[in-house]
């Protein structure tokens, strides 16, 4: 069991990781709110292992769900899905005190957060993450938002939780690929923090895979300390949290290329690839400490190569990532294992270099 406390100037909010945490979020939520009634949003896939579990939990703590299913995957990262959120909990004549409960992956997570940012302009939000990708990365930071068909997370708004509420026990029913995908978030944030906690992770990779619990909720409690560091010092992205972005513009091109049919965290595997390369090529990362990035991804059963996508396909999409600033190409890249670096001089030609080792 670990606290991790997030100090956001203004909003700051502890994250809870338990071990059985599901059963006693009522209580935790109780501590929370003077409300009567909360809202929880959940999806399709997550409502029928976990939905009565927390609607137990949170009436047993004398508050009152009204509950929203909405249907899974990233295609429904929409404002069509939110207007639905909108519609229900507006019939149910929520108050402004009333909280919202997302319970589920990085997708309601998002579009559950993008409604408590704007609903009654906003309400209380507390994440109930259920996928590790969720756990680690998502639910901490306070971005939510939807996709827009011009691309991913392109509408938006910044709406810090009032509490994280993190049960590892809940992984148990994951796929392994879902885990999979959390790890590669994991791994990102060693390599752009902590290089002692990247050889640790080298270590106990496999105890993750295995789903030994008590490995999995010091992982956590870890991953979220990074994450809360970056987050405090930079919760607006004007400069270092951008460090998270590391993998990601790379991630981004392969996921739109392909229509977002990969999941986020093998397109985050690939994009870290790709990203130590560029790094080691421009003499930041030594070959031995790309060889050990590249064979903990593969450890992690991750993809190491195999993209499709024509070079140029995925420098147009990269070209065309929110996050570029007056037009260059900008990357985070490492500076050794446990550092990071933003650089906007890439030579094009070693983009493309980068692009054909992840082939
Ligand atoms: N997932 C990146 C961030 O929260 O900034």
Redesign the pocket.
């Known amino acids: 069991m670990a606290n991790v406390s997030v100090n956001i100037s203004g909003a700051p909010y502890e994250v809870h990781v338990e071990r059985g945490l599901l059963d006693r979020a009522g209580e935790r939520v109780r501590a929370l709110t003077a409300a009567s009634r909360v809202a929880v949003v959940t999806d399709i896939r997550v409502a029928p292992l976990y939905l009565e579990p927390l609607r137990r939990s949170l009436s047993a703590a004398g508050l009152e769900p009204v509950d929203v299913t909405i249907t899974a995957g990233e295609a429904h990262k929409t404002l069509a899905t939110v207007e639905m959120i909108y519609d229900r909990l507006l019939d149910a004549r929520i108050d402004r005190a009333t909280p919202i409960v997302a319970l589920g992956g990085g997708v309601v997570g998002d579009v559950a957060g993008f409604a408590a940012a704007t609903i009654l302009r906003g309400v209380p939000l507390v994440q109930v993450p259920t996928t590790l990708l969720a756990m680690v990365?998502?639910s901490v930071?306070g971005?939510t938002g939807v996709n827009h068909l011009r691309g991913k997370n392109l509408i938006g708004a910044f709406h810090q939780p009032h509490a994280v509420l993190i049960d590892p026990n809940v992984l148990a029913s994951l796929p392994a690929w879902q885990l999979s995908n959390g790890l590669a978030e994991c791994i990102k944030h060693e390599l752009i923090r902590d290089a002692d906690g990247f050889a640790r992770l080298e270590q106990g990779i496999e105890r993750a895979l295995s789903l030994d619990m008590n490995y999995l909720e010091e992982l956590i409690a870890h991953n979220v300390a990074i994450k809360a560091s970056v987050?405090e010092a930079d919760p607006l992205?004007r400069g270092e949290?951008a460090h998270?972005?590391f993998g990601h513009t790379f991630a981004h091109a392969i996921e739109s290329s392909m229509n977002y049919d990969i999941a986020h965290g093998r397109a985050v595997g690939l994009g870290i690839v790709a990203a130590s390369y560029l790094s080691m090529r421009l003499g930041s990362v030594q070959q031995s400490e790309f060889e050990r990035i590249r064979s903990l991804l593969a450890r992690a059963r991750l993809h190491t190569g195999g993209v499709q996508t024509p070079t140029e396909g995925l420098i147009n999409a990269m070209r065309r990532d929110k996050k570029i600033q007056s037009g260059q190409l900008r990357f985070v890249l490492l500076d050794g294992i446990g550092r990071a670096v933003v650089r906007d001089d890439v030579p094009q030609d070693l983009v493309r270099e980068a692009l054909a080792m992840i082939r």
Do not use: H
């Open positions: 990365d998502a930071g971005k987050v992205e949290r998270l972005n």
